[in-house]
Each structure stands twice: as structure tokens, then as C-alpha cells.
């Protein structure tokens, strides 16, 4: 069975800061990986994913087969990245999603 | 397109009795999938609809039961609630069932159960 682990409740830096979002997977298989967010008073939403490669809103995120971790990178914080961060992987084929417990990034102006 | 609705928004049951959630999916979409995200968790997938019939299941017991409608909309079914059964239900509906894709998330019932 597949596992998502995100290690880190509640992230707080200050506003320019660079930040990192840890997620760790396990499976035996090659998963697509994909980050989600959430914020305030919004509804969950995809933020990106491995396959594509690209950069939203200047995050980027690289799957790291060897150390099964997909961890989430800005350089520099912005306050309107506040919100709540998922880790989320897909076996492949149907659509039976895993997340993470999430972490909640707080940038502090 | 007002996205993937959820009806009711909020919901407070007694232990013991059902409950029945309810979700449209986005235009066009043809796969529902439901969560529950208990507090502080992470959403935990319960199961999958595509062509009204059940596609995955996570690991939830038989109480939670689903249907969808030719129309694509779905229910999600609950008997003999729990305490523990309280949560945020999530609907998120998306294109394909075939691989994996962009799923559109609703906003959520509240199921409260005293």
C-alpha cells in the first residue's frame, strides 16, 4: 500500500525567505506525484505536478526516485503563499489518490 | 460553470442514523471520487464512480455506500453513524477515469455526528 508522509505540521518563515515543503512517499511502483493546496477559505486545488515539470507560481517541485521524496521549493516566500500544503500520490491508472497530512506554510510579513 | 457543488453544506446527525451527502461534478467531468478529511488529516480517499458503477474503494467499511446518477452526480451514503464518522466529506469529480488527472474538489459537507 501506498503512503504519503509529510513530516511538518505548521512551516513558519519570513516573507522572502526561500521554503521547503517536505514530502515523502512510499511505493513500490512509479507514482505520479502532485501537490495540492488549499487556502483560506477556498476549496482544495492543484498547485502541480511531476510530470509536467513546470513552475506555478514559483513553486517547483522534483521527484526523487532514489530518496522517494517530492519536496515542494520557492526561493522566495511571498505572504499570499499562505495556505495549507498536500502531498498527494496516484499509483497510476484509476485515480485512488494518497495524501499527506499536509503542512500548513505560514509567511510572516 | 459553477464547478463541482455539494449539498448540504453542513450537517449535524445522531449517532445511529444515515445520512446521505450529495455531489455535482464539474461540466463535462464524468468521474466522481469521495474523501473524508477528518480534522488535522489529510483527505482519505473512500471510493470511486465512473459509468455508475464503483470503480476503487479505499479502506472504509460497508456503512459508507455510493451511487451515481446517468447525469453523473453522485451520493454518498452513511449508516449507522459514528462518532467517528464526523468530518469534512469531499466530492471532487474529474475528466477520466483512465489515468491520472486533474481532479476539481467541491467544497465540502460538514457532517457533525453527536
Known amino acids: 500500500a501506498q503512503r504519503v508522509t509529510q513530516p511538518e505540521k505548521l512551516l513558519s518563515v519570513f516573507k522572502g525567505a526561500p521554503v521547503e515543503l517536505k514530502c515523502n512517499y512510499s511505493y513500490s511502483g512509479s507514482p505520479e506525484l502532485f501537490w495540492y493546496v488549499q487556502y483560506s477559505r477556498q476549496r482544495l486545488q492543484l498547485l502541480l505536478r511531476?510530470?509536467s515539470r513546470e513552475s506555478i507560481k514559483g513553486f517547483t517541485a522534483d521527484l526523487n526516485k532514489g530518496e522517494t521524496s517530492f519536496h515542494l521549493k520557492k526561493p522566495f516566500a511571498q505572504e499570499e503563499d499562505s495556505a495549507m500544503y498536500y502531498c498527494?500520490?496516484?499509483?497510476?491508472?484509476?485515480?485512488?489518490?494518497?495524501f499527506g497530512t499536509g503542512t500548513k506554510l505560514q509567511v510572516i510579513p | 460553470d459553477a464547478g463541482v457543488t455539494q449539498s448540504p453544506t453542513h450537517l449535524i446527525k445522531t449517532r445511529g442514523q444515515q445520512v446521505t451527502l450529495r455531489c455535482s461534478p464539474k461540466?463535462?467531468?464524468?468521474?466522481v471520487s469521495w474523501y473524508q478529511q477528518a480534522l488535522g488529516q489529510g483527505p482519505q480517499f473512500i471510493f470511486q464512480y465512473y459509468e455508475e458503477e464503483e470503480r476503487q474503494r479505499g479502506n472504509f467499511p460497508d456503512r459508507f455506500s455510493g451511487h451515481q446518477f446517468p447525469n453523473y452526480s453522485s451520493e454518498l451514503n452513511v449508516n449507522a453513524l459514528l462518532l467517528g464518522d464526523s468530518a469534512l466529506y469531499l466530492c471532487?469529480?474529474?475528466?477520466?477515469?483512465?489515468?491520472?488527472?486533474?481532479?476539481?474538489f467541491g467544497p465540502g459537507t460538514r457532517l457533525t455526528v453527536t
Open positions: 471532487a469529480s474529474s475528466l477520466t477515469a483512465g489515468g491520472p488527472d486533474e481532479q476539481y
Open positions: 498527494a500520490l496516484i499509483p497510476g491508472g484509476y485515480q485512488k489518490v494518497t
Open positions: 511531476h510530470i
Open positions: 461540466s463535462g467531468h464524468d468521474t
